[in-house]
Each structure stands twice: as C-alpha cells, then as structure tokens.
C-alpha cells in the first residue's frame, strides 16, 4: 500500500501517548491553607508502618479473599446453576467443607482487614490529594475496593448472626455482585502496588530492634486475632471443636432432635397443613401422578443415611435420616431415575427457600432421600415433619422441608 505522506504513520499510537500524557500530567496543588489537621505533614507518626508491613498484610489478606471468593461463587453456583455448571452427589460432605472454610476464611479476614487498613489510612489525608488524573482513578479505585471489602465482611457476618433486619437489600444477591466488584478492585490493586511490595518484602529488613511495639509483634498480634476467631467459631461446622465455638451464632447439637433449626414450622406458617390428616406427598410425571399419605410413605422400602445439612451460613451438624429414596418415588410415575431432574416443593405458599430443584446426579444417588424420620424418631415438626429433603453435598437451603409435590418433567 502506498501511503500518502502526509498521513501519520501512527496515529493511534500518538493519541494513546497523548492521552497517557495528560492523564499524568501533574494537577495544579490546593492551597497550602487547606493543610489542616491529618493533611498537615507529620502527623502521622508510627514508625510501624511501612510498605513491608502493609504488603505482609497485603499477601495474607489477598489468600484470604482469593479462597473466600472460590468457595463463594462456588456456592452461587451450586444454588443458581447455569447449564454449563456440574456439581456432584459426592463426596457427601464437599459443599460442608467449601462453605465452612468460607465463612472461616471470611471471618479470619477481619483482623487482617483491620490492620491493613490501619497501616495505610494516612495516605487517605496524602497531599497533594490528587496528583494526576491517572492518580485519582487509582484512589478511587482503591476507594472501591475498600468500600467493597467492608460491605462483604460486614453484610457477611451480618448474615452469619441471622441479624437481617440490618439489611434493607437481599443478601446473597448484594453479596455476590459486590464480590465481582471487589475481586475487580483486587486484581487493579494488586497490578499497581506488585512492583512495589515485591521490592519491599524482597529487601532485607532494615528495622532497628526497637523497645515497644515492633512489625513482627504486630503481625503476631494480627494472626493470633485471626486464629482466635476462627478457633472460637470453626466448631460450628467442625463437631470435635464445638466445645470452643464461643462466639459461633449456631451450635451443631442444640435444637430439636439434636440439630439447629433455620426456620421453624410456625415462622413457615405451615404447621396447620403439616398436621393435617389428609396430608399427601404428590408425585406428579408426565402422565401419571399418585398422592401418598403417611401410611404409603412408610409402606414403602426405608433406607437410611448419615448426611449433614449444611448451612450457606456456615454451620453443619450431621444427622441420621431414614425414608424414602427420591429415585423410587420418582420411579412410581413411570419416570427413568437415572435422567431425570425434580422440582421439590414445600407446604409454604411463599419464601425464597419454599422449593428447590434436584439435579439428575442427586436424583439418582441412593442416599438422595424423602426422609420421614430423624436419628430413628419421626421428623420434629421444625425440622420438615411429615417429610422433607435430603441429599448428599448440598447446601441447605436446597434441603426443603414439609414437601408436599414432587414434579418430574419426564426422562430428557
Ligand atoms: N420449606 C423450607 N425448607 C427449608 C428452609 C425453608 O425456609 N423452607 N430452609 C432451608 C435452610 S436455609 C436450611 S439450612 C435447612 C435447615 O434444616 P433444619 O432446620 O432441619 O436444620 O432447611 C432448609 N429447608
Ligand atoms: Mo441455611
């Protein structure tokens, strides 16, 4: 191709050179008369902090995140599955330990938060305030991501306490989006802070040994906090450990029959239809369906299986569960068990966790059961009497309670 010659060989690339300039153009400062209180230079006077200090903190909290985020959108998965996604019936306890180690990891967080914010937050009343335009897109950014951190942590043990009339949005959908934005943030402020972190912790120290408080003590300090948390509140999914989960919203082995209860019959306004002697469990197939009362159900061959429920808030507790396995149910209306999917529903005419899907790979699984009983007695009323879900490696709120319709679209 012949080019004319007054066309710029690259103009792109002048505009983009262009534009980089200017973004790093320095900013006129302030006036100097605005250097007020923390803007004033020297206030802040720790000798703890230090670039080393706040990277130490930095890589900690960065694995904390990166598990918590995993195990997190692991469990968004499992509840929201999109088509290409696959979860399996086992091992059984899978999701007890993805999600138990999230909400741990989440909670170990909050010293490690907590101290990293303390180690840079004079940088907040940094002067000049902005420097450059590329300078402010990098405070805001950082803005972002510590606004986001606070908002997980915070809404997350939040949720954890049960405490939700101190959220005016629903939970796991502010939660998950404000974790994209969070993982954004992290992954920008890994990429502008890398080169010089890496130069901090690469350098040898050169503190002096100093008298009071010195970085070393403090990240004891902040590492005993986070254990101290997590071994107080880890035995609410680890039972050897129950003894010590102080400050645990849920302890495994309280509640009826010996396992917590989420919500009780009468907070699911289903305990009338639950006592009623007419009760059935329908079953519905493509062509077929059949309404099974209390007698049919426990006329029908009993298995029984050991499975925990294991809450997306973080406890776990594992029961004995004796019934009726969903594929024999599912195989009363004509249906192939090992294809199918069922849709669960419950007595509850509303609530989000009213009624759940059941995959074919639980389907199918023979631990997957209608249970009638619990630990050998029949269901207590809170916990699903006369019937509910269970399977194996799935979180709890796809363990329904007081079902009242099995729904089967037929073999696919
Ligand atoms: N119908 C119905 N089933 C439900 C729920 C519900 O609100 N309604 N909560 C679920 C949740 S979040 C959990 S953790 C388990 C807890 O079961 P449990 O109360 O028997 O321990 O039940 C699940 N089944
Ligand atoms: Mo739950």
Wanted: charged share 15%; net charge positive; with cysteine.
């Amino acid at each position: 191709m012949v080019r004319h010659p007054d066309t710029p060989v690259t103009g792109r690339a002048t505009m983009l050179r262009r534009l980089a300039r200017w973004c790093l153009a320095p900013l006129p400062a302030p006036p100097v008369a605005l250097r007020r209180g923390p803007l004033r230079p020297g206030v802040f006077r720790s000798r703890l902090r230090s670039t080393r200090l706040t990277g130490q903190l930095g890589v900690a909290l960065g694995l904390m995140f990166g598990i918590c985020f995993v195990t997190g959108l692991l469990s968004h998965l499992i509840q929201h599955p999109p088509g290409w996604f696959w979860w399996p019936a086992r091992p059984v306890g899978l999701y007890r330990f993805t999600q138990g180690l999230h909400v741990a990891t989440g909670l170990a967080s909050i010293p490690l938060l907590g101290a990293k914010l303390w180690s840079v937050y004079p940088r907040l009343f940094s002067w000049p305030p902005v420097r450059s335009i590329a300078h402010a897109a990098e405070r805001a950014g950082t803005g972002v991501l510590v606004a986001a951190a606070l908002f997980l942590l915070v809404s997350g043990v939040l949720n954890v306490s049960r405490w939700y009339p101190a959220m005016p949005f629903f939970f796991t959908a502010g939660h998950y989006w404000v974790a994209w934005l969070a993982v954004g943030g992290l992954l920008v402020h890994i990429g502008v802070q890398l080169p010089a972190v890496r130069a901090a912790l690469a350098r040898p120290t050169d503190e002096p040994r100093q008298d009071g408080l010195n970085r070393r003590a403090l990240l004891g300090g902040v590492a005993a906090a986070s254990g101290l948390i997590t071994l107080t509140t880890v035995g609410q999914t680890i039972r050897p450990l129950s003894g010590l989960a102080v400050l645990a919203p849920r302890h495994p082995g309280t509640g009826p029959q010996g396992l917590p209860v989420n919500r009780t019959a009468d907070g699911a306004a289903v305990r009338a239809a639950a006592l009623d002697p007419a009760y059935r469990l329908w079953v519905v197939g493509p062509g077929r369906r059949v309404g099974l009362d209390l007698a049919a159900l426990y006329g029908l061959p009993q298995y029984t299986a050991e499975l925990p429920i294991a809450c997306v808030e973080g406890w776990s507790a594992t029961g004995t569960w004796t019934g009726v396995r969903l594929r024999d149910l599912v195989a009363l209306v004509g249906v192939d068990p090992r294809r199918s999917s069922a849709l669960v529903e419950s007595l509850q005419t509303g609530g989000r966790y009213r009624a759940c899907t059941v995959p074919p790979e639980h389907l199918r699984d023979p631990l997957t059961l209608v249970a009638l009983r619990l630990g050998g007695e029949p269901l207590h009323l809170d916990h699903g009497y006369p019937a509910r879900l269970i399977a194996p490696n799935r979180p709890g709120v796809l363990q329904t309670k007081w079902i009242s319709r099995i729904t089967v679209p037929g073999t696919r």
